[in-house]
């Protein structure tokens, strides 16, 4: 049993469905609330493209974090800067000194550097402030949300462990929850003298440390005779005014709230110039101000890496997570503590090494692309993912442990398609040579030859000559999962379509499609490769006879949508016909993934099954009677998203347009060129 394996049946054990609806809920409560209050951010797209920019020249630019050093030195921190988490912990706990309890607030670093267990190892008692994590810890569980870490959980849930935890009942209502996180954290805020934040931004003209947060908690927490510091050397930014800015976009996208509660912004210890307008420091807490500045790997990334350099541009916004499919599939266990979602694997990946990258995550990631498409500063995490995969399988020790990848790598060799020793269906002898190819692809000649067959009924109904090639697979599936594509696989089948007298080449599939577009663009076939509705739609004129009763909506295929930036084929067409169409929550741009995707099918099928029963749930959520789609991988998995009691139909818009020219209600015919 391999890696892959291992890490499904554990998986599939430790899941907990109520915890993934509470935090798919939570989720959606924030997608919400940033559509509700978008008009009040003002140049949303233009702040979005300025925050990119600045981190993008921000993020390692040694000389600009050199001067926020030196800008920090002269504000009277105290800067130390550690090479990785073991320093890091061994240096806080060294500023710690004697002192038994600390008190904390938020901070991802931390998590990533696995702070608290070290403390409480060596006999320091570290309480967290922030509610979320102040639960989590309780629990022992891990955060769901960089900035909500305890979406997974519902009110019910928080009442039940703060009544365990207090011998006393707490009703599920949050505010008599926050009063008793409240009360409980008092005394230790009363007690303790050292206290140890995050930090959102470090601003490196004032020598500034910004902190952003809505409880309140973080002010006490910095202002004890202590206040320990905690922050990435890719904080770096060049100014306050910077640094707000991404503070807006931050809180936005994490909350869809306009601006947090507090912004602390700590450039110092209190200082008073009240007496003669002589400076003088100390006339609050802290007495002490220290910063520690981690680097945990960011500098090789940044310096050797620089194809993956953009992972640290990350804001912490977290929204990535909010649609991720495989985040609202497996939750936390995508990622690890402190690194969540496919950004997150990718870091542990470079950071911890691959194998444990491999254990947080590396083949569960669909790469669908949705995550780089909603990531305010462009990070596509499963373009990342995917040469980390090809890393894995690079890497000798990790490789001998991938037994599912391999096996699939030698199923496609062995037989020339992922299916094996599936029979491969039988069509129609067409004529030997024409100007139009038909190529169907692995899932159109096995497990969907019958929706092939509606596609080829549909093209001979019509009139249009073409033919067919014995195909060989084109590899595009080993793209995905990390291995090396044979590209004579292409080289075999361009040579057949043009033995065959082919000119233009119509796909059924996307993702085979973009294949054939990525070889043509590096070896100038001289062919023409489209999309079957293209073709229709250049050729022939449809009209409707009568208004289709049944409500349409549309699923876009990630390798069509995102991937060749196709939107609006199907659905033109739908439009000029009257016919009855709605749009799920999700769509064009931030289509949600069907589950089929990046090796996820073969690996996990169950979680593949579940990604696509949330996409058919929201064709159900908009009273679709029909989900179309045009890439015959998403409507296979799609249909195993509808229950069985369900009534969708998931049909692929060829197939829908020869049942209607069949029942008479839609007729064709040829454009005048």
């Known amino acids: 049993?391999?890696?892959?394996?291992?890490?499904?049946?554990?998986?599939?054990?430790?899941?907990?469905?109520?915890?993934?609806?509470?935090?798919?809920?939570?989720?959606?409560?924030?997608?919400?609330?940033?559509?509700?209050?978008?008009?009040?951010?003002?140049?949303?797209?233009?702040?979005?493209?300025?925050?990119?920019?600045?981190?993008?020249?921000s993020v390692g630019n040694w000389d600009l974090f050199q001067k926020a050093v030196s800008s920090l030195e002269k504000n009277q921190f105290k800067v130390i800067q550690a090479k990785d988490s073991k320093e890091a912990c061994e240096i806080l706990l060294k500023e710690i000194g004697q002192e038994k309890l600390v008190v904390k607030s938020k901070s991802n670093i931390s998590k990533e550097i696995g702070l608290t267990p070290f403390l409480n190892q060596h006999g320091i008692e570290i309480v967290e402030t922030d509610i979320g994590d102040r639960i989590n810890q309780l629990t022992g569980g891990r955060s769901s949300h960089y900035t909500g870490p305890i979406t997974h959980l519902s009110r019910y849930d928080v009442a039940e462990i703060l009544s365990k935890h207090l011998n006393k009942k707490i009703p599920p209502i949050p505010e008599e929850e926050m009063q008793a996180v409240k009360e409980d954290i008092e005394s230790y805020f009363q007690r303790a003298k050292v206290g140890i934040t995050g930090a959102n931004a470090i601003a490196a003209k004032e020598g500034a440390v910004l902190i952003l947060h809505n409880e309140g908690n973080i002010t006490r927490v910095r202002t004890r005779s202590k206040h320990l510091i905690l922050a990435s050397i890719d904080k770096v930014y060049p100014n306050i005014q910077d640094a707000l800015l991404m503070a807006r976009l931050e809180t936005y996208l994490a909350t869809g709230t306009i601006f947090p509660c507090f912004v602390d912004i700590v450039a110092g210890r209190s200082r008073s110039s009240d007496v003669e307008k002589i400076t003088f420091?100390?006339?609050?807490?802290?007495?002490?101000?220290?910063?520690?500045?981690?680097?945990?790997?960011?500098?090789?990334?940044?310096?050797?890496?620089?194809?993956?350099?953009?992972?640290?541009?990350?804001?912490?916004?977290?929204?990535?997570?909010?649609?991720?499919?495989?985040?609202?599939?497996?939750?936390?266990?995508?990622?690890?503590?402190?690194?969540?979602?496919?950004?997150?694997?990718?870091?542990?990946?470079?950071?911890?090494?691959?194998?444990?990258?491999?254990?947080?995550?590396?083949?569960?990631?669909?790469?669908?692309?949705?995550?780089?498409?909603?990531?305010?500063?462009?990070?596509?995490?499963?373009?990342?993912?995917?040469?980390?995969?090809?890393l894995s399988l690079r890497n000798s020790q990790v490789s001998s442990e991938l037994d599912e990848v391999t096996q699939l790598q030698s199923t496609i060799d062995q037989f020339g398609t992922p299916y094996g020793q599936m029979e491969r269906a039988s069509f129609p002898r067409l004529k030997k040579k024409a100007d139009?190819?038909?190529?169907?692809?692995?899932?159109?000649?096995?497990?969907?030859?019958?929706?092939?067959?509606?596609?080829?009924?549909?093209?001979?109904?019509?009139?249009?000559?073409?033919?067919?090639?014995?195909?060989?697979?084109?590899?595009?599936v080993k793209d995905e999962i990390g291995l090396n594509a044979n590209p004579d696989r292409i080289k075999q089948n361009v040579k057949k379509i043009k033995e065959a007298g082919g000119r233009e080449v119509l796909f059924v599939c996307p993702t085979c499609l973009r294949t054939f577009l990525k070889y043509d663009k590096e070896h100038h076939t001289g062919l023409i490769f489209k999309t079957f509705l293209s073709y229709l739609d250049e050729n022939f004129s449809f009209t409707s006879s009568e208004?289709?009763?049944?409500?349409?909506?549309?699923?876009?295929?990630?390798?069509?949508?995102?991937?060749?930036?196709?939107?609006?084929?199907?659905?033109?067409?739908?439009?000029?016909?009257?016919?009855?169409?709605?749009?799920?929550?999700?769509?064009?741009?931030?289509?949600?993934?069907?589950?089929?995707?990046?090796?996820?099918?073969?690996?996990?099928?169950?979680?593949?099954?579940?990604?696509?029963?949330?996409?058919?749930?929201?064709a159900e959520e908009v009273k679709a009677d029909i989900l179309l789609t045009d890439c015959l991988s998403c409507k296979h998995n799609l249909k195993q998203g509808v229950p069985f009691e369900g009534k969708t139909r998931v049909m692929t818009t060829p197939q829908y347009l020869l049942e209607k020219i069949e029942e008479g209600k839609l007729k064709f015919s040829l454009k005048n060129k």
Do not use: W
């Open 436 to 476: 139009v190819v038909l190529y169907i692809g692995c899932v159109g000649l096995t497990t969907e030859a019958e929706t092939t067959m509606k596609g080829i009924e549909l093209l001979q109904r019509m009139g249009i000559e073409f033919t067919l090639i014995d195909e060989v697979c084109c590899e595009a």
């Open 547 to 618: 208004t289709d009763p049944e409500t349409i909506t549309y699923h876009d295929p990630c390798h069509l949508g995102r991937g060749l930036g196709s939107y609006d084929g199907a659905r033109g067409l739908l439009k000029s016909l009257g016919s009855k169409f709605v749009e799920m929550e999700h769509h064009h741009q931030e289509s949600l993934c069907c589950g089929a995707g990046g090796g996820v099918r073969a690996f996990y099928p169950k979680f593949s099954r579940d990604i696509a029963r949330r996409r058919v749930k929201e």
């Open 1 to 57: 049993m391999g890696l892959i394996q291992k890490q499904y049946d554990t998986l599939r054990k430790k899941l907990k469905k109520s915890e993934l609806e509470n935090q798919r809920r939570a989720f959606k409560e924030t997608r919400n609330r940033q559509k509700q209050n978008l008009s009040l951010f003002e140049d949303f797209e233009g702040v979005k493209e300025e925050v990119k920019r600045i981190r993008s020249e």
């Open 281 to 390: 420091y100390g006339m609050h807490e802290p007495n002490e101000l220290v910063i520690v500045l981690l680097d945990n790997g960011r500098r090789e990334i940044l310096d050797e890496r620089k194809d993956a350099s953009d992972l640290l541009y990350c804001i912490g916004c977290g929204n990535c997570l909010l649609d991720c499919p495989t985040y609202n599939t497996v939750g936390s266990s995508f990622g690890t503590d402190g690194m969540l979602g496919g950004r997150g694997v990718a870091l542990s990946c470079l950071q911890r090494g691959i194998k444990a990258g491999v254990e947080d995550g590396l083949f569960l990631c669909t790469t669908c692309g949705l995550c780089g498409e909603v990531c305010p500063v462009g990070i596509d995490a499963g373009k990342r993912l995917k040469d980390l995969r090809r």
